[in-house]
């Protein structure tokens, strides 16, 4: 239990951020929405988040080599909070997308500052368990911040003043930290030829995860409007699905670490596509099952990326599973710049729950492969796989902190 204190700064700034801005990708797309924007314009602005931090998981390491980690924390967290602010002054698809790929380039180089941290501070000893327990932090952020989306519906711009808030305050415990800082990390990936060579399999769950979870976070909101959720039942359908992400990954990481990885990720992704299509059935005829089903839902989706991961890992030698991972990293992302756009074509042509129907679609899609992948190659035997560990889908900075040397720390 005492793994955790010596980053407890650390684990505080990522919940206070994660707080401050998980709802905000849900607030646009419904503001757009009621300005009249169609499904497209909104799929962009996932698009256009999605690029800014791609961008910035590589730009990050810049910026922290000249200045260090406390003083660009203190930028990308500052910019982030005006940003918020900013979309109170102007209401244009094109002034959003701007905004939006600077939240997603500050967002990468916050989570850059937090994981390279993480990753000099954390004792090899404990590396799983502080990377779970800032997993944990992570998404229960997001969870809880969904209810600020209901100070809308008293003042508009409130929801908009309680996120730069929240982001402002999350410098504080950074700021006011006796860690010393880090020397400046190696943000270093594999090549996706390499790594496609290396693992097909994990290279096309990383791409089909990206995308499946790139359009349910940009356009989840979108859907909830369409089928005439208010606010407050938008928050709720939001942050279930975060927290059922957090609940499954537990037993199904345990699950592919003592069979058949490959089994488990082909259960999983038949699971993700059938629980996608109950919820295109609740949507229409039974409203009553849609919670249960969300969480459900984003138990299976959000195990999908650390399954890949693992399976990847599974085929790799020990010096080349730092770069593999991050390199999942920049194809998760990848995927994640073409979900919003798919999905908002999805909704234009089918409907709110287009969305769902193309995280059908994929993942199916996925599961046909991996088949495919069981009848060409052999398994790795149970007790040759490597560890499942829940991971974020980040940046490449939080692969370091799965394969540091056993001195380190």
Same mark, same amino acid.
């Given at each position: ?10 684990? !505080? ?7 401050? #801005? ?37 730009? &990050? ?19 982030? =909070? ?9 209401? *244009? ?16 180089? !916050? ?6 941290? %993480? ?18 932090? /992570? ?11 209901? @100070? ?5 711009? /409130?929801? @908009?003043?309680? +996120? =730069?808030?929240?982001? #402002?305050? &999350? ?20 090549? %996706?030829?390499?790594? $496609? ?16 979870? +790139?359009?349910? $976070? ?16 938008? #928050? ?49 005829? @039974? ?17 999908? $990326?650390?399954?890949?991961?693992? *399976?990847?890992?599974?085929?790799? =030698?020990? +010096?080349?599973?730092?770069?593999? !991972? ?5 194809? $998760?992302?990848?995927? &994640?710049?073409?979900?919003?756009? =798919? ?22 899609? !996925? ?43």
């Amino acid at each position: 239990m005492t793994g955790w204190r010596p980053v407890r700064s650390l684990l !505080t700034a990522i919940f206070l951020a994660m707080a401050g #801005s998980g709802f905000l990708a849900t607030l646009i797309a419904l503001r757009l929405q009621e300005a009249g924007a169609s499904p497209v314009t909104i799929g962009w602005m996932g698009t256009a988040y999605f690029i800014g931090l791609g961008l910035g998981s590589l730009l &990050a390491f810049t910026l922290i080599g000249r200045v260090g980690h406390i003083r660009a924390f203190a930028t990308f967290v500052s910019l982030f =909070s005006a940003s918020m602010l900013t979309y109170a002054l102007y209401q *244009h698809p094109i002034f959003w997308a701007g905004l939006r790929l600077l939240d997603g380039l500050c967002m990468a180089g !916050t989570f850059v500052c937090l994981e390279s941290w %993480l990753n000099d501070r954390t004792p090899a000893t404990g590396r799983g368990g502080v990377l779970a327990t800032y997993m944990i932090a /992570l998404y229960v952020g997001q969870a809880v911040g969904q209810p600020i989306l209901m @100070l809308a519906t008293s003042q508009p711009l /409130l929801p @908009l003043v309680a +996120g =730069s808030l929240l982001m #402002s305050l &999350a410098v504080l415990p950074i700021a006011l930290t006796r860690m010393s800082a880090p020397p400046v990390p190696e943000g270093g990936a594999m090549g %996706l030829g390499a790594l $496609y060579a290396a693992s097909p399999l994990g290279v096309a769950g990383a791409l089909a995860t990206g995308v499946m979870l +790139g359009a349910f $976070y940009a356009l989840g909101g979108l859907f909830t409007a369409g089928i005439g959720m208010d606010l407050s039942q938008t #928050s709720r359908f939001m942050g279930i699905a975060i927290l059922g992400g957090v609940v499954l990954q537990w037993p199904l990481g345990l699950l592919s670490d003592r069979f058949d990885r490959r089994r488990v990720i082909i259960g999983t992704l038949g699971a993700a596509m059938a629980l996608a299509l109950l919820i295109i059935l609740a949507a229409l005829a @039974l409203p009553a099952l849609l919670l249960p089903v969300i969480g459900l839902f984003g138990g299976v989706a959000f195990a999908l $990326y650390p399954l890949f991961v693992a *399976h990847a890992n599974d085929r790799l =030698s020990d +010096g080349a599973r730092v770069g593999a !991972t991050g390199g999942l990293v920049l194809v $998760y992302a990848g995927g &994640a710049i073409l979900g919003p756009l =798919s999905g908002a074509v999805t909704m234009a042509a089918l409907g709110p729950t287009g969305l769902f129907a193309l995280i059908a679609l994929v993942a199916a899609a !996925t599961l046909a492969f991996a088949l495919l992948r069981t009848r060409r190659t052999a398994p790795v035997p149970a007790e040759q796989q490597m560890p499942y560990q829940i991971l974020p889908r980040t940046t490449p900075a939080a692969a370091m902190v799965l394969d540091r040397p056993p001195d380190a720390g």
